[in-house]
């Protein structure tokens, strides 16, 4: 198995501000992700992040919004920018070893006021 | 693209009961099936997972799924439940080879003491 950790754990932050979510694996992963879970729903993957290029969006997510980073094989993060309401959610990493087993960190539970 | 169908958006069953958590998925090529658990106000945590072998699997508190290829089905079962089992389950689906999962919309359990 995967350790993930994610820092920080809750924020609460103002409309326009923008926040870095960390995520740290305890071992090298071949693939990371982020995904976000807005209140009462499933997981909605935002973007893969990619080892040493940028990463790679899903529909409906832009890298301005959300910029993301991966500088080596355990460790990204996650920007979300310019924030509204609207971005209020569970933001979670997660990461693959192989291709067999997806392994997801507790999660960082964002509101915005 | 799979899309993955969680039947049951909320089960009340009460304790010691047995409990049926459904799941489908669509497409019929080669699959990994993985069930999650999100207790509340926690990360994501696999609870067991098909590869390959076997289509009855287990995990460790009395959870078991069955892979059944030509129903495309992964229903999630436990003979007797408990409190603690209070949770939101979410089933996952990958094909062999790709590299993406799809994640149901979650199913809701609450154990009713």
């Known amino acids: 198995s995967a350790v993930i950790s994610q820092k920080p754990s809750r924020d609460i932050c103002q409309r326009g501000t923008s926040l870095t979510i960390q995520c740290q694996v305890d071992s090298q992963v071949t693939m990371m992700f982020w995904y976000r879970q807005q209140p009462g729903q499933s997981l909605t993957l935002i973007a893969t992040a990619n080892q040493g290029s940028e990463a790679t969006y899903e529909s409906g997510f832009v890298i301005d919004k959300f910029p993301i980073s991966r500088p080596n094989l355990t460790f990204s993060t996650l920007t979300v920018s310019n924030m509204s309401p609207e971005d209020s959610s569970i933001y979670l990493c997660s990461a693959w070893r192989g291709r067999e087993t997806q392994y997801f960190g507790p999660g960082t539970r964002l509101l915005v006021l | 693209a799979q899309s993955v169908t969680q039947l049951d958006s909320q089960v009340p069953v009460f304790e010691e009961a047995p409990v049926e958590l459904r799941c489908n998925y669509s497409?019929?090529?080669?699959?990994?099936l993985f069930w999650y658990v999100q207790y509340p106000n926690q990360g994501l945590q696999l609870l067991l997972k098909y590869l390959s072998g076997s289509t009855l699997v287990k995990s460790i508190n009395g959870f078991e799924a069955e892979f059944n290829k030509s129903q495309t089905s992964f229903h999630l079962r436990k003979p007797s439940v408990h409190i603690s089992d209070t949770a939101e389950y979410f089933c996952a689906v990958s094909d062999i080879g790709g590299n993406q999962f799809y994640f149901g919309t979650g199913t809701s359990l609450t154990v009713i003491p």
């Open positions: 497409s019929s090529v080669s699959v990994y």
